[in-house]
Antibody, heavy 126, light 107 residues
Framework: EVQLVQSGVEVKEPGESLKISCKASGYSFISYWIGWVRQKPGKGLEWMGIIYPGDSDTTYSPSFQGQVSISDDKSINTAYLQWSSLKASDTAMYYC???????????????????WGQGTMVTVSS | DIQMTPSPSSLSASVGDRVTITCRASQDISSYLNWYQQKPGKAPKLLIYAASYLQSGVPSRFSGSGSGTVFTLTISSLQPEDFATYFCQQSYNSPRTFGQGTKVQMK
């Protein structure tokens, strides 16, 4: 079964560091991009950034560039999202998702998040 | 960044109703538009990609249309399991932004 399993709930204080994980199974980890999506309580989805484990190429949304770091460990099929100094405004649910390329009849390729992790809730509070 | 604007932000409907949700892009994105469904406490689920292609396993009562800047998601006959929040996402360029979602509630 293709799945992404994320690490558990985190409760941190402002200024602390954090690294959450997303472990892939059931497919070739190095062949698909993995993205991270933030969802603040009661709010919409925000595309944060994405990594290609094949060569660790990474792209960030300008809104998140410099605020978080995305990495991977191919030896254990795991992607990571990391903060060096958390803020209260980082309180949110964080999802990882596999990006697949779907080809349509006119040979256009479309990028989708087709497999999602269950989410990691991060609470930052003093 | 491309802005994705859903309408309405929420709606109330009954089982059996035909429901239509609209998403507008701030620039032409051709057919690079995906729709996701999210139920409370769950991760989003891909419903439609390339504006009108149904993801495998998704019921045929869901359909999508549109191109350019205006897109619609239609549920032909709302079922109890369809009460959820629906998000559009543009896959035209990076960052591949989402709309804020449309919540479909029971009337």
């Amino acid at each position: 079964e293709v799945q992404l399993v994320q690490s558990g709930v985190e409760v941190k204080e402002p200024g602390e560091s954090l690294k959450i994980s997303c472990k892939a199974s059931g497919y070739s980890f190095i062949s698909y991009w993995i993205g991270w999506v933030r969802q603040k309580p009661g709010k919409g989805l925000e595309w944060m950034g994405i990594i290609y484990p094949g060569d660790s190429d990474t792209t960030y949304s300008p809104s998140f560039q410099g605020q978080v770091s995305i990495s991977d460990d191919k030896s254990i099929n795991t992607a990571y999202l990391q903060w060096s100094s958390l803020k209260a405004s980082d309180t949110a649910m964080y999802y990882c998702a596999r990006q697949s390329r779907f080809i349509t009849g006119n040979v256009a390729s479309h990028l989708v998040f087709d497999i999602w992790g269950q989410g990691t809730m991060v609470t930052v509070s003093s | 960044d491309i802005q994705m604007t859903p309408s309405p932000s929420s709606l109330s409907a009954s089982v059996g109703d035909r429901v239509t949700i609209t998403c507008r892009a701030s620039q032409d994105i051709s057919s690079y538009l995906n729709w996701y469904q999210q139920k409370p406490g769950k991760a989003p689920k891909l419903l439609i990609y390339a504006a009108s292609y149904l993801q495998s396993g998704v019921p045929s009562r869901f359909s999508g249309s549109g191109s350019g800047t205006v897109f619609t998601l239609t549920i032909s006959s709302l079922q109890p399991e369809d009460f959820a929040t629906y998000f559009c996402q543009q896959s035209y360029n990076s960052p591949r932004t989402f709309g804020q979602g449309t919540k479909v509630q029971m009337k």
